[in-house]
C-alpha cells in the first residue's frame, strides 16, 4: 500500500524561533487506524485518525506550539498536511512508514482563523481530515463580535468504495474516477441520501445569538455551494485571513478552502427548522457528484415534543454550474486592510508568472486500452508540465541536502511555452509533459501568478492551492489573460488573502505572494482527482541571508496544509514532498507554533487516497481578548464535506492508476461523516445542527472531498461569508457557497427569530465543470430549531425544507461568488499584496495522457493512460522525501530544479485542444530565493477538456490577484488586477477555461508542494513543488529535521 501524508493547513514557524512566553504548548497524538464507518447503511473498514471521521480537532492560539505526534498502525504509509511540518508526500517529507510515527512540531505565529488538516498522499484526505481552529492570542479580540459559539463545519464526500482502488483504478485505466456516494458535512450525509438520516449533522442554536461557523471544503473534488434556509451568513474570514464583512444567503467554498461566517440566528424560536445545504458548483464536462447534503439548523426548544412538528425550510442553492454568482461571491472577498489587520500586497513584482492550468492527455501505455479521451489517459497539468511525485525522497530533502540530481529540475517554465486561445478552441494536441519540475525563487522574492484555466479538454474552475505561503488575489476574470489591459484594474488596496483560490472555469486568476517562507512548497489543483493527473507543481525558496531567513534541518524523525508553517516544513506532511511517510507501528509528533493564523483549517491525510477517511478540522481560535472581526457568533460549528466510498478507495486509485482511466465515484458525499437521508439506508446517518432561534452560528465549513467542488446552502437562511481558508474577508451575503476540496470557508449563519416550525436541509452537490463522470448525488444534514418544549411529537410533522442548489456547471454561481471574496485589508487585517514580483510564473494546469505501456490495454483516449499536469510536467512523486534531500543537499537522482517557469509549448490554452496531448513525466522543483515576490498565474487548459481545478499551496497563503476566462494575456490582463484587497488563500480553484493569478512572498524556507485538491488530479501528477531557500537571518532558514523524523 501507498504512504501516507498529512498536511496541516496553517503557517508553520521555524522551531527554534523564540515565541511568546505566554503561548502554550499543545500536545495532540493521531493515531492511523482503520475503523469500520457505516454511511449510507454500507460499512466498510476505512482509515482514520483515533478512530474518528473526521478527525480530532485541533483548537490552538496565535502563537502556540503544537506537537502533533502520528502514529501509523495501517497498511498504508501517511503523511499529515498540516515545511519540515507541511506533509505533502515526496514534496516536503517522505511518507510516515508502516508501523512508524512522526512528530509534527510547529509554531503558530501571525495567523489565526479555521484551517485544516489533512492526509496529502493519494486520495488517502477522502477520510482523513479535520480542522484546525487558531483562536487570536488571548486578550485579542475578534474584529467582529464575539460569537456565542463557534461551530466547524466540513464538507467532505463519501465514497462507498475503496478511494484509493478507485483513484488507481482511474490511473491505470486513464479515465476519470468514479465520483463519491455522497457528500458530507462533518462526515455526515444527511437526510437527503438514502438510509442516511441518522446520519444527520445537527447544529442546534439559541435564539438571539451570533453562531461563527467555520467552514471548510475537504471534499476531494467539488467545489460547494453552501447556505442555510432563511438565514443570512456574514463572511469575515477567508482562509485563516479576516475579511471586510459582507452579507449573503450562500456561500461557495472550493476544497482546501475555509471560510468562517457569522450566523446570526433568530431573535425568538422561530418554529420551524432549518436545512443547511452544500451541493457542487460545476463547471467542467465531466461526471460528478450531483447530490446534495443536508445538516439541519434546528433552535433549542423546551419542548422536544415541539420540534417534532416544525415545518422544515431548504435553502435555494445557485445552479450547478452558476459561476456568476461564484464570481459575484468571490468579488465580495476583500481583506481589511486596516493598520491592525494590513493587506500587505506586494506591491513591487520581482517575478511575474504565467500559469495555464487545466486537463489534458496522456498517450496509453502500449499494447493497453485506455479511457481518456481518443484512447488516451486523462493527465492535468500547469503550464502544460504534469508534475511527477518523486518516489526516492521528499523534494524537500533533496533540496535541503543538494541531492536534487534525479529527484527535480529546477526549471518549471514562468509561462505557457506554447501559447494558444487558451480558452477558446482547444488545440490540437492535448498531451501534457510529465516531470518533477520545480520553480526556483529567490528569498523575499515578490511573485504575482497569473493562472489561467484552459479548454484543453474543457474549460473548468480548478481551486489552486498554494503550501507555505498566503497569497493575495488582486485580479480575475473570464477569457485570456490580458497583461496589458487586466494587470490595471488589480486590487492592491484589500485584495483577498488566501491560500486557495479558483482559477475560474473559462477566466484566470492574479495572485501576489512574497516568497518570504525558504523551503519547498507544493501547489496544486484541491480537485484530488486533477493533482493526481499531475495538476501539481512545487516552489523552492531559496534561502535568504540573514538567520531566520533559512530552511533549518530536517527534525531527526522526519517523515503538513493551509496551516502556514513558517520555516517548519518538516511538519507539513505531504508523503514524499516534506517527509516520508510513518511506517506502521511508528509514531510521529507534528510540533508546530501557530503564529498569525486564525480560522478553520483541517487536517488529513497526504499520500495516496487515504485522506478520504483521514481528516478532520483545525479551528484555530484568535488570541484571548482578541476579538473576531464580526459579531461574536452564539456557536461554532465546524461543518466538513466528504466523500464516501463502499469500496477501498486504495484499490479504486490504484486500479485507476494501472489501467489508466478515471476511477470509480464515490458512493456519496458526507456532512460531517454523515451521508444524509437522501442516500439509500442513511436517513439515521444524517447530520444535525440543532440551532436555537435569533442565534448567530459560525459555520466552519471545510471541503475534505477527494474530487469535488462543492455548492453548500441551508433551505431557507443566509450565509454570510467572513472567512475563507482561515483569512478574514469582507463579509457577504449568499445562500449558497461554492467550496473547492481543500478550502474552508467559515460563514455566519443567523438563525430565525422565532422557531420557524420547519426543519431545514442543508445540502451539498458537486460543481463540474469537467467531461469526466462524476458522483452526481447531494450529501443533506438538517437544520433543526431547538425545542423548549417537552412535546416531542410535533417536531415531526413540520415540512423539510430543501434549499436551491445552482445546477451542477453553474459557472456563472461559481465566478460570482469567488469574486465576492475579498480581503478586509484594513490596519488590523492588512493584505500585504507583493506589489513588486520578482518572478513571474505561468503554469498550464489540466489534464492530458501517457501511452500505455507495452502489451497492455489503457482506459484513457486512445488507448492511453489519464495523466494531469502543470505546465505540461507530471509530478513524478519520489520515493525519498524531497525536503530531506533538499536540506542535506542530496538532490541526484530524485528531483530536477528546471520546472518550467512557462509552458514548454505554447498553444490556444482554451481553445481546439493540440494534436499532442501527452504530458512529460519528472521530479522538477521551482527554485525560489528566500523572500522572493512571485506572481503565478494559473491557466486552465482544453487539452482533454477544460476543467475547474483548486490548486493547493502549502507553506504559504497567496492573494489572488486576478481571474479571468479564456487565455490568460500578460500584455491586458494584469492591468485589471486586484492589488488592493484581493481575496488571501491557500486553495484557489483555476477556473474551467480561464486563469488565475495569485501572488506571494516566498519568506518560508522549505519544500512546499502545490497539487490540484482533486484527488484524482493528485494522482495523475497535477502537482509541483516549490523550494524556498534559506535567507541571510537566523529565522530565515529552515531548522534541521526533528530527530522522529519518518525515514524512507
Given at each position: 500500500?501507498?504512504?501516507?501524508?498529512?498536511?496541516?493547513?496553517?503557517?508553520?514557524?521555524?522551531?527554534?524561533?523564540?515565541?511568546?512566553?505566554?503561548?502554550?504548548?499543545?500536545?495532540?497524538?493521531f493515531?492511523?487506524k482503520?475503523?469500520?464507518?457505516?454511511?449510507l447503511?454500507?460499512?466498510?473498514?476505512?482509515?482514520?485518525?483515533?478512530?474518528?471521521?473526521?478527525?480530532?480537532?485541533?483548537?490552538?492560539?496565535?502563537?502556540?506550539?503544537?506537537?502533533?505526534?502520528?502514529?501509523?498502525?495501517?497498511?498504508?504509509?501517511?503523511?499529515?498536511?498540516?515545511?519540515?511540518?507541511?506533509?505533502?508526500?515526496?514534496?516536503?517529507?517522505?511518507?510516515?512508514?508502516?508501523?512508524?510515527?512522526?512528530?509534527?512540531?510547529?509554531?503558530?505565529?501571525?495567523?489565526?482563523?479555521?484551517?485544516?488538516?489533512?492526509?496529502?498522499?493519494?486520495?488517502?484526505?477522502?477520510?482523513?481530515?479535520?480542522?484546525?481552529?487558531?483562536?487570536?492570542?488571548k486578550?485579542?479580540?475578534?474584529?467582529?463580535?464575539?460569537?456565542?459559539?463557534?461551530?466547524?463545519?466540513?464538507?467532505?464526500?463519501?465514497?462507498?468504495?475503496?478511494?484509493?482502488?478507485?483513484?488507481?483504478?482511474?490511473?491505470?485505466?486513464?479515465?476519470?474516477?468514479?465520483?463519491?456516494?455522497?457528500?458530507?458535512?462533518n462526515?455526515?450525509?444527511?437526510?437527503?441520501?438514502?438510509?442516511?438520516?441518522?446520519?444527520?449533522?445537527?447544529?442546534?442554536?439559541?435564539?438571539?445569538?451570533?453562531?461563527?461557523?467555520?467552514?471548510?471544503?475537504?471534499?476531494?473534488?467539488?467545489?460547494?455551494?453552501?447556505?442555510?434556509?432563511?438565514?443570512?451568513?456574514?463572511?469575515?474570514?477567508?482562509?485563516?485571513?479576516?475579511?471586510?464583512?459582507?452579507?449573503?444567503?450562500?456561500?461557495?467554498?472550493?476544497?482546501?478552502?475555509?471560510h468562517?461566517?457569522?450566523?446570526?440566528t433568530?431573535?425568538?424560536?422561530?418554529?420551524?427548522?432549518?436545512?443547511?445545504?452544500?451541493?457542487?458548483?460545476?463547471?467542467?464536462p465531466?461526471?460528478?457528484?450531483n447530490?446534495?447534503?443536508?445538516?439541519?439548523?434546528?433552535?433549542?426548544?423546551k419542548?422536544?415534543?415541539?420540534?417534532k412538528?416544525?415545518?422544515?425550510?431548504?435553502?435555494?442553492?445557485?445552479?450547478?454550474?452558476?459561476?456568476?454568482f461564484?464570481?459575484?461571491?468571490?468579488?465580495?472577498?476583500?481583506?481589511?486592510?486596516?493598520?491592525?489587520?494590513?493587506?500587505n500586497?506586494?506591491?513591487?513584482?520581482?517575478?511575474?508568472?504565467?500559469?495555464?492550468?487545466?486537463?489534458?492527455?496522456?498517450?496509453?501505455?502500449?499494447?493497453?486500452?485506455?479511457?481518456?479521451?481518443?484512447?488516451?489517459?486523462?493527465?492535468?497539468?500547469?503550464?502544460?508540465?504534469?508534475?511527477?511525485?518523486?518516489?526516492?525522497?521528499?523534494?524537500?530533502?533533496?533540496?535541503?541536502?543538494?541531492?536534487?540530481?534525479?529527484?527535480?529540475?529546477?526549471?518549471?517554465?514562468?509561462?505557457?511555452?506554447?501559447?494558444?486561445?487558451?480558452?477558446?478552441?482547444?488545440?490540437?494536441?492535448?498531451?501534457?509533459?510529465n516531470?518533477?519540475?520545480l520553480?526556483v525563487?529567490?528569498?523575499?522574492?515578490?511573485?504575482?501568478?497569473?493562472?489561467?484555466?484552459?479548454?484543453i479538454?474543457?474549460?473548468?474552475?480548478?481551486?489552486?492551492?498554494?503550501?507555505?505561503?498566503?497569497?493575495?488575489?488582486?485580479?480575475?476574470?473570464?477569457?485570456?489573460?490580458?497583461?496589458?489591459k487586466?494587470?490595471?484594474n488589480?486590487?492592491?488596496?484589500?485584495?483577498?488573502?488566501?491560500?486557495?483560490?479558483?482559477?475560474?472555469?473559462?477566466?484566470?486568476?492574479?495572485?501576489?505572494?512574497?516568497?518570504?517562507?525558504?523551503?519547498?512548497?507544493?501547489?496544486?489543483?484541491?480537485?484530488?482527482?486533477?493533482?493526481?493527473?499531475?495538476?501539481?507543481?512545487?516552489?523552492?525558496?531559496?534561502?535568504?541571508?540573514?538567520?531566520n531567513?533559512?530552511?533549518?534541518?530536517?527534525?531527526?524523525?522526519?517523515?503538513k496544509?493551509?496551516?502556514?508553517?513558517?520555516?517548519?516544513?518538516?511538519?507539513?506532511?505531504?508523503?514524499y514532498?516534506?517527509?516520508?511517510?510513518?511506517?506502521?507501528?511508528?509514531?510521529?509528533?507534528?510540533?508546530?507554533?501557530?503564529?498569525?493564523?486564525?480560522?478553520?483549517?483541517?487536517?488529513?491525510?497526504?499520500?495516496?487516497?487515504?485522506?478520504?477517511?483521514?481528516?478532520?478540522?483545525?479551528?484555530?481560535?484568535?488570541?484571548?481578548?482578541?476579538?473576531?472581526p464580526?459579531?461574536?457568533?452564539?456557536?461554532?460549528?465546524?461543518?466538513?464535506?466528504?466523500?464516501?466510498?463502499k469500496?477501498?478507495?486504495?484499490?479504486i486509485?490504484?486500479?485507476?492508476?494501472?489501467?489508466?482511466?478515471?476511477?470509480?465515484i464515490?458512493?456519496?458525499?458526507?456532512?460531517?461523516?454523515?451521508?444524509?437521508?437522501?442516500y439509500?439506508?442513511?436517513?439515521?446517518?444524517?447530520?444535525?445542527?440543532?440551532?436555537?432561534?435569533?442565534?448567530?452560528?459560525?459555520?466552519?465549513?471545510?471541503?475534505?472531498?477527494?474530487?469535488?467542488e462543492?455548492?453548500?446552502?441551508i433551505?431557507?437562511?443566509n450565509?454570510?461569508?467572513?472567512?475563507?481558508?482561515?483569512?478574514?474577508?469582507?463579509?457577504?451575503?449568499?445562500?449558497?457557497?461554492?467550496?473547492?476540496?481543500?478550502?474552508?470557508?467559515?460563514?455566519?449563519?443567523?438563525?430565525?427569530?422565532?422557531?420557524?416550525?420547519?426543519?431545514?436541509?442543508?445540502?451539498?452537490?458537486?460543481?463540474?465543470?469537467?467531461?469526466?463522470s462524476?458522483?452526481?448525488?447531494?450529501?443533506?444534514?438538517?437544520?433543526?430549531?431547538?425545542?423548549?418544549?417537552?412535546?416531542?411529537?410535533?417536531?415531526?410533522?413540520?415540512?423539510?425544507?430543501?434549499?436551491?442548489?445552482?445546477?451542477?456547471?453553474?459557472?456563472?454561481?461559481?465566478?460570482?461568488?469567488?469574486?465576492?471574496?475579498?480581503?478586509?485589508?484594513?490596519?488590523?487585517?492588512?493584505?500585504?499584496?507583493?506589489?513588486?514580483?520578482?518572478?513571474?510564473?505561468?503554469?498550464?494546469?489540466?489534464?492530458?495522457?501517457?501511452?500505455?505501456?507495452?502489451?497492455?490495454?489503457?482506459?484513457?483516449p486512445n488507448?492511453?493512460?489519464?495523466?494531469?499536469?502543470?505546465?505540461?510536467?507530471?509530478?513524478?512523486?519520489?520515493?525519498?522525501?524531497?525536503?530531506?534531500?533538499?536540506?542535506?543537499?542530496?538532490?541526484?537522482?530524485?528531483?530536477?530544479?528546471?520546472?518550467?517557469?512557462?509552458?514548454?509549448?505554447?498553444?490556444?490554452?482554451?481553445?481546439?485542444?493540440?494534436?499532442?496531448s501527452?504530458?512529460?513525466?519528472?521530479?522538477?522543483?521551482?527554485?525560489?530565493?528566500?523572500?522572493?515576490s512571485?506572481?503565478?498565474?494559473?491557466?486552465?487548459?482544453?487539452?482533454?477538456?477544460?476543467?475547474?481545478?483548486?490548486?493547493?499551496?502549502?507553506?504559504?497563503?497567496?492573494?489572488?490577484v486576478?481571474?479571468?476566462?479564456?487565455?490568460?494575456?500578460?500584455?491586458?490582463?494584469?492591468?485589471?488586477?486586484?492589488?488592493?484587497?484581493?481575496?488571501?488563500?491557500?486553495?484557489?480553484g483555476?477556473?474551467?477555461?480561464?486563469?488565475?493569478?495569485?501572488?506571494?512572498?516566498?519568506?518560508?524556507?522549505?519544500?512546499?508542494?502545490?497539487?490540484?485538491?482533486?484527488?484524482?488530479?493528485?494522482?495523475?501528477?497535477?502537482?509541483?513543488?516549490?523550494?524556498?531557500?534559506?535567507?541571510?537571518?537566523p529565522?530565515?532558514?529552515?531548522?534541521?529535521?526533528?530527530?522522529d523524523?519518518p525515514k524512507?
Amino acid at each position: 500500500m501507498g504512504a501516507i501524508g498529512i498536511l496541516f493547513l496553517v503557517s508553520v514557524i521555524a522551531l527554534c524561533l523564540l515565541h511568546n512566553v505566554s503561548a502554550a504548548t499543545r500536545h495532540y497524538k493521531f493515531e492511523i487506524k482503520l475503523q469500520n464507518v457505516t454511511r449510507l447503511c454500507h460499512t466498510k473498514s476505512m482509515v482514520t485518525v483515533n478512530g474518528k471521521f473526521p478527525g480530532p480537532r485541533i483548537v490552538a492560539r496565535e502563537g502556540d506550539r503544537l506537537e502533533i505526534e502520528v502514529i501509523n498502525n495501517v497498511q498504508n504509509n501517511i503523511s499529515i498536511h498540516c515545511g519540515w511540518a507541511d506533509g505533502p508526500a515526496y514534496v516536503t517529507q517522505c511518507p510516515i512508514q508502516i508501523g512508524q510515527k512522526y512528530v509534527y512540531n510547529f509554531t503558530i505565529i501571525g495567523q489565526r482563523g479555521t484551517f485544516w488538516w489533512h492526509a496529502h498522499i493519494s486520495w488517502l484526505r477522502s477520510t482523513l481530515y479535520g480542522p484546525i481552529i487558531i483562536l487570536p492570542k488571548k486578550n485579542n479580540p475578534y474584529p467582529f463580535t464575539k460569537p456565542y459559539k463557534e461551530v466547524p463545519i466540513i464538507f467532505g464526500e463519501w465514497f462507498n468504495g475503496d478511494t484509493e482502488a478507485i483513484i488507481s483504478q482511474a490511473l491505470q485505466t486513464g479515465g476519470g474516477p468514479n465520483v463519491s456516494d455522497t457528500y458530507t458535512i462533518n462526515g455526515l450525509p444527511g437526510p437527503l441520501y438514502n438510509c442516511s438520516t441518522k446520519d444527520t449533522f445537527k447544529l442546534k442554536v439559541k435564539p438571539g445569538k451570533t453562531y461563527l461557523l467555520r467552514l471548510i471544503n475537504a471534499a476531494l473534488n467539488d467545489e460547494l455551494f453552501f447556505s442555510i434556509a432563511n438565514h443570512t451568513l456574514q463572511v469575515i474570514d477567508a482562509d485563516g485571513v479576516y475579511v471586510k464583512p459582507f452579507e449573503t444567503n450562500t456561500i461557495i467554498v472550493t476544497p482546501g478552502q475555509t471560510h468562517n461566517v457569522l450566523l446570526k440566528t433568530k431573535p425568538q424560536f422561530p418554529n420551524a427548522i432549518f436545512y443547511m445545504l452544500a451541493r457542487p458548483y460545476v463547471t467542467g464536462p465531466g461526471t460528478f457528484d450531483n447530490s446534495t447534503v443536508a445538516g439541519i439548523l434546528e433552535y433549542e426548544s423546551k419542548s422536544k415534543h415541539h420540534l417534532k412538528n416544525l415545518p422544515i425550510f431548504k435553502p435555494s442553492l445557485p445552479s450547478l454550474n452558476d459561476t456568476i454568482f461564484v464570481t459575484n461571491f468571490t468579488s465580495k472577498l476583500r481583506s481589511l486592510a486596516t493598520p491592525q489587520f494590513p493587506a500587505n500586497v506586494p506591491l513591487n513584482v520581482d517575478k511575474h508568472l504565467f500559469f495555464t492550468i487545466g486537463l489534458g492527455t496522456s498517450p496509453c501505455d502500449q499494447n493497453k486500452t485506455c479511457q481518456g479521451p481518443n484512447g488516451t489517459k486523462f493527465s492535468a497539468s500547469i503550464n502544460n508540465v504534469s508534475f511527477i511525485l518523486p518516489t526516492t525522497n521528499a523534494l524537500l530533502q533533496s533540496h535541503f541536502f543538494g541531492q536534487s540530481k534525479g529527484v527535480y529540475k529546477p526549471d518549471f517554465p514562468y509561462s505557457p511555452l506554447h501559447w494558444f486561445n487558451y480558452t477558446g478552441n482547444p488545440p490540437n494536441n492535448t498531451l501534457v509533459n510529465n516531470d518533477t519540475k520545480l520553480m526556483v525563487l529567490p528569498f523575499n522574492t515578490s511573485v504575482e501568478l497569473v493562472m489561467q484555466d484552459t479548454s484543453i479538454l474543457g474549460l473548468e474552475s480548478h481551486p489552486l492551492h498554494l503550501h507555505g505561503f498566503n497569497f493575495f488575489v488582486v485580479g480575475q476574470g473570464f477569457g485570456n489573460y490580458d497583461p496589458n489591459k487586466d494587470r490595471s484594474n488589480f486590487n492592491l488596496v484589500d485584495p483577498i488573502e488566501r491560500n486557495t483560490v479558483g482559477v475560474p472555469s473559462g477566466g484566470w486568476v492574479a495572485i501576489r505572494f512574497l516568497a518570504d517562507n525558504p523551503g519547498v512548497w507544493f501547489m496544486h489543483c484541491h480537485l484530488e482527482v486533477h493533482t493526481s493527473w499531475g495538476l501539481e507543481m512545487a516552489w523552492l525558496v531559496q534561502d535568504g541571508k540573514l538567520p531566520n531567513q533559512k530552511l533549518p534541518p530536517p527534525p531527526m524523525d522526519l517523515p503538513k496544509h493551509g496551516v502556514r508553517q513558517l520555516r517548519s516544513g518538516w511538519a507539513d506532511g505531504p508523503a514524499y514532498i516534506t517527509q516520508c511517510p510513518i511506517q506502521r507501528g511508528q509514531s510521529y509528533v507534528y510540533n508546530f507554533t501557530i503564529t498569525g493564523q486564525r480560522g478553520t483549517l483541517f487536517w488529513h491525510a497526504h499520500i495516496s487516497w487515504l485522506r478520504v477517511t483521514l481528516y478532520g478540522p483545525i479551528v484555530i481560535l484568535p488570541k484571548k481578548g482578541v476579538a473576531y472581526p464580526f459579531p461574536q457568533p452564539f456557536k461554532e460549528v465546524p461543518i466538513l464535506f466528504g466523500e464516501w466510498w463502499k469500496a477501498d478507495t486504495e484499490k479504486i486509485i490504484n486500479q485507476a492508476l494501472q489501467t489508466g482511466g478515471p476511477p470509480n465515484i464515490s458512493d456519496a458525499y458526507t456532512i460531517n461523516g454523515l451521508p444524509g437521508l437522501l442516500y439509500n439506508c442513511s436517513a439515521k446517518d444524517t447530520f444535525r445542527l440543532k440551532v436555537k432561534p435569533g442565534k448567530t452560528y459560525l459555520l466552519r465549513v471545510v471541503n475534505a472531498a477527494l474530487n469535488d467542488e462543492l455548492f453548500f446552502s441551508i433551505a431557507n437562511h443566509n450565509l454570510t461569508v467572513v472567512e475563507v481558508d482561515a483569512v478574514y474577508v469582507k463579509p457577504f451575503n449568499t445562500n449558497i457557497i461554492l467550496i473547492t476540496p481543500g478550502q474552508t470557508t467559515n460563514i455566519l449563519l443567523k438563525t430565525k427569530h422565532f422557531h420557524p416550525n420547519a426543519t431545514f436541509l442543508m445540502s451539498a452537490r458537486p460543481y463540474v465543470t469537467g467531461i469526466a463522470s462524476f458522483d452526481n448525488s447531494t450529501t443533506t444534514g438538517i437544520l433543526e430549531y431547538h425545542q423548549y418544549s417537552n412535546n416531542t411529537k410535533k417536531s415531526n410533522i413540520f415540512p423539510l425544507l430543501k434549499p436551491k442548489l445552482p445546477i451542477f456547471n453553474d459557472t456563472t454561481f461559481a465566478t460570482s461568488f469567488v469574486k465576492k471574496i475579498r480581503s478586509l485589508a484594513n490596519a488590523k487585517f492588512p493584505a500585504n499584496v507583493p506589489k513588486k514580483v520578482d518572478k513571474h510564473f505561468f503554469f498550464t494546469v489540466g489534464l492530458g495522457m501517457n501511452p500505455c505501456p507495452k502489451n497492455q490495454t489503457c482506459q484513457g483516449p486512445n488507448n492511453t493512460k489519464l495523466a494531469a499536469s502543470v505546465n505540461n510536467v507530471s509530478f513524478v512523486q519520489p520515493n525519498i522525501a524531497l525536503l530531506q534531500s533538499h536540506y542535506f543537499n542530496q538532490s541526484k537522482g530524485v528531483y530536477t530544479t528546471d520546472f518550467p517557469v512557462n509552458p514548454p509549448f505554447k498553444f490556444n490554452y482554451t481553445g481546439n485542444p493540440p494534436n499532442n496531448s501527452f504530458v512529460t513525466s519528472g521530479t522538477k522543483v521551482v527554485m525560489l530565493p528566500f523572500n522572493t515576490s512571485v506572481e503565478l498565474v494559473m491557466q486552465d487548459t482544453s487539452i482533454i477538456s477544460a476543467e475547474s481545478h483548486p490548486l493547493h499551496l502549502h507553506g504559504f497563503n497567496f492573494f489572488v490577484v486576478g481571474q479571468g476566462f479564456g487565455n490568460y494575456n500578460s500584455s491586458k490582463d494584469p492591468a485589471n488586477f486586484n492589488l488592493v484587497d484581493p481575496a488571501e488563500r491557500n486553495t484557489v480553484g483555476v477556473p474551467s477555461g480561464g486563469w488565475v493569478a495569485i501572488r506571494f512572498l516566498a519568506d518560508n524556507p522549505g519544500v512546499w508542494f502545490m497539487h490540484c485538491h482533486l484527488e484524482v488530479h493528485t494522482s495523475w501528477g497535477l502537482k509541483m513543488v516549490w523550494m524556498v531557500n534559506d535567507g541571510k537571518g537566523p529565522k530565515q532558514k529552515l531548522p534541521p529535521p526533528p530527530a522522529d523524523l519518518p525515514k524512507c
